[in-house]
C-alpha cells in the first residue's frame, strides 16, 4: 500500500534529484523509496505477540517498550516476593 509523504527539501537539491530521475528513468518517489529502502534494510520492526496487538488502541506505550523485557520483570517481581 503506498501512502503520501511531504518533504521539506533544499530546492536546489530538488531540482538535482529530478534531473537525475529523468535521466535514469525513475520517479523521485521511487528514488526517495529505494534510498529509504536500503537504508532501513536489515531494520525490522519490534515483534508485537497477538495478545499485545488486541488491546493496541487502548493503552499507549513508550517507544522503546520492550513485552519480553517487562514481562520478565513482572515475573521476577511476582516470584521474588
Given at each position: 500500500m503506498n501512502k503520501k509523504l511531504t518533504l521539506s527539501?533544499?530546492?536546489?537539491v530538488i531540482e538535482k534529484a529530478k534531473l537525475y530521475a529523468e535521466n535514469t528513468g525513475n520517479?523521485?518517489?521511487?528514488?526517495?523509496?529505494?534510498y529509504f529502502e536500503k537504508l532501513t534494510g536489515s531494520y525490522s520492526l519490534p515483534?508485537?505477540?497477538?495478545?499485545?496487538?488486541a488491546i493496541a488502541g487502548k493503552i499507549e506505550l513508550p517507544d522503546n517498550f520492550d513485552e519480553d523485557v517487562e514481562l520478565r520483570k513482572a515475573m521476577e517481581e511476582k516470584h521474588l516476593k
Amino acid at each position: 500500500m503506498n501512502k503520501k509523504l511531504t518533504l521539506s527539501l533544499n530546492e536546489a537539491v530538488i531540482e538535482k534529484a529530478k534531473l537525475y530521475a529523468e535521466n535514469t528513468g525513475n520517479s523521485l518517489s521511487g528514488l526517495v523509496e529505494d534510498y529509504f529502502e536500503k537504508l532501513t534494510g536489515s531494520y525490522s520492526l519490534p515483534k508485537v505477540s497477538e495478545r499485545l496487538k488486541a488491546i493496541a488502541g487502548k493503552i499507549e506505550l513508550p517507544d522503546n517498550f520492550d513485552e519480553d523485557v517487562e514481562l520478565r520483570k513482572a515475573m521476577e517481581e511476582k516470584h521474588l516476593k
